[in-house]
């Protein structure tokens, strides 16, 4: 069932610190973090004015519990490549564009392309072999 943090099983694939993070301002604000300062520090103040880049990034409501949670810390982004691989798979394999579009989209060859969803097809066989 989801919250306003997300889907519980969304919040259970962010890494580490992120989970974390996910629980208290949501998912989406959470890897809207990531997005915008993949492996690097972000110093997080007591209280953001609404100009301020967590607030731009987040939202204002995000960025208050952001602050509430963590003021006055560092926090280390991760670049949750794992994860990000995972939601570019899962878009490239949901049938709605071209190999070519995909390919131009997310920087990759057509053969990459490809191979990401012909092993998404595979996967998907395997999956109802066992439980089909």
Known sequence: MADENGPPELLDLLPG??????????????????????GV??????????DHPLVRAIGPTAARKLCQAYAGEDIVMPVAAAWRRAMRNALITDGRHSQRTLALAHRLTVRQIANIQRAAREEDERQERLFG
């Open 17 to 38: 610190e992120l989970r974390a993070i996910g629980a208290i301002i949501g998912v989406e604000a959470a890897l809207a973090l990531v997005e915008k300062w993949p």
């Open 41 to 50: 520090p972000v110093y997080v103040p007591q209280k953001c004015g609404p």
